[in-house]
């Protein structure tokens, strides 16, 4: 018989045993009074992997005493969404207010039909849906069922509420509470669970059972040690997610294609969701390149929708024709510290009045405060330019915008000052 692991095994099955996100499930938490209330809207728990959206899916169904039926994205089509939720309208039928609880996991796997056959059981109450996913649902969820659904955000464990488990494990569970263990040092299962708290339960069970002394003392080396000789089963979330995304864009921003084929090949290797490398391609296209090369931003947004529309194998190949040519052109932030400078410009000087000479004059009373009487229409005037101070009185002459040191946006600095002379502070650099 199958021992289930530590994290199943001490899974939580009520909300007063339930650890971490409080601002949901606490005292006064939003979801938790919907729970105890029995008015379970229709929703969406999105956070990183191992912070308890299966288990509060779980919790959530039991408090009320609703049918549970569970479906995985990954391997469910649209034929397996509507036989549940035919069983769910036959269990609905002896129920007033408390329709069956519909749960998918890794719900953004699912493709826009699939989504789509959701649409009516929702709508209807049929059934009340729980998604849960790790990816931002604005992006992987579609518009019409999200509506539907109220998005809850779930947090990664603190320092505090990791340790909390592990003695929780310790205590509670039969197998590991009958072996003489210490606790000594928790730093390197902290660490390399990254805020996953079924990865932190999955990798303490895996050193517990890797000694065999009468007393076995947890510490920091003894972590590491085991963890290297185990590499494969820690590769695709937590610290490694994070350290090799940020390796890959570095390189990228490097101007290094050969690493950045390398990191991309790890974290594909790795398991690593496409759209999540395509998007932070998208990301860096604007921010490390942007004007100096305005192509970069069209490649990446190509090819996020080529990577969302053909998937795995193939996708491969695109994202690292992407992250090559990113790799290799002429970099430049000047965007990304212009958005940057205006918005602190904006912190420091609050809600400054529109000149009276950009506002739009739709009424007569309007007309005849003065809104929009100085303005000077650029096509009105040589070379489609005219001189104007569009910025606020208060913050007249700033200038935002720093042209790169690129042949692009130096004729985009050629062109500002040809226009602005001494307005803008662009001859002097």
């Known amino acids: 018989m199958n021992t289930p692991p530590l994290a199943e095994r001490i899974r939580p099955t009520n909300l007063d045993d339930y650890l971490s996100q409080s601002h949901l499930v ?37 408090e009320s005493k609703r049918p549970f039926y569970t479906l995985s994205a990954i391997n469910s089509g649209v034929k397996d969404v509507r036989e549940v939720i035919e069983k769910a309208k036959g269990d609905g039928g ?8 519909l749960f998918i996991d890794e719900i953004h796997r699912f493709s826009k039909s699939q989504q789509d056959s959701l649409l009516a059981a929702v709508e209807k109450g049929w059934v009340t849906l729980i998604g849960a996913t790790t990816e931002n649902p604005s992006f992987e969820v579609i518009p019409a069922l999200l509506s539907r659904c109220q998005v809850y955000v779930l947090d990664a464990f603190a320092k505090a509420e990791l340790e909390q488990l592990l003695q929780r494990a310790l205590t509670t569970d039969v197998q590991l509470s009958s072996k003489n263990i210490q606790l000594k040092e928790t730093d390197a299962l902290l660490r390399i669970s990254g805020g996953d708290a079924r990865k932190l339960l999955n990798i303490f069970e895996l ?13 920091n080396q003894l972590v590491f040690n085991q963890i290297q000789a185990n590499p494969a089963r820690y590769d695709k979330t937590g610290e490694q997610h994070y350290d090799i995304i940020s390796a890959f864009i570095k390189s990228i921003r490097g101007s290094d294609p050969n690493a950045s084929v390398y990191w991309l090949a790890r974290m594909i290797e790795g398991g690593e969701d496409l759209k999540f490398i395509a998007r932070r391609l998208l990301i860096l296209a604007s921010e490390d390149i942007g004007n100096a090369n305005p192509t970069a931003l069209i490649m990446a947004n190509n090819c996020f929708q080529a990577v969302s529309t053909i998937g795995y194998p193939e996708s491969r190949i695109i994202l690292s024709q992407c992250a090559i040519y990113l790799a290799t052109s ?39 405060l003065g809104y929009g009487e100085t303005y000077k229409y650029a ?25 790169g040191d690129n042949p692009r946006e130096a004729s985009q600095k050629e062109f500002l000052q040809k226009r602005w002379k001494d307005h803008y502070d662009y001859n002097s650099k």
């Open 330 to 368: 002429i970099k430049s932030n000047a965007s990304y510290l212009a958005i940057g400078k205006a918005q602190q410009i904006v912190k420091q000087t609050g809600d400054l009045p529109v000149p009276l000479g950009l506002r739009n004059a739709p009424t007569k009373l309007m007309k005849e």
């Open 94 to 101: 002896m129920f007033t207010v408390k329709n069956p609880i």
């Open 26 to 62: 606490g005292e006064k938490g939003t979801l938790r009074n919907h729970i105890v209330n029995g008015t379970i809207p229709s929703l969406i728990l999105w956070g990183p992997p191992g912070t308890g959206k299966t288990t509060l899916a779980n919790i959530i169904a039991q």
């Open 207 to 219: 050193v517990i059972n890797s000694q065999n002394e009468e007393k076995i003392v947890i510490t």
């Open 379 to 403: 096509h009105d005037h040589p070379g489609n330019f005219a001189h104007y101070d569009f910025l606020p009185q208060e913050i007249s002459g700033t200038t935002i915008f720093e042209p």
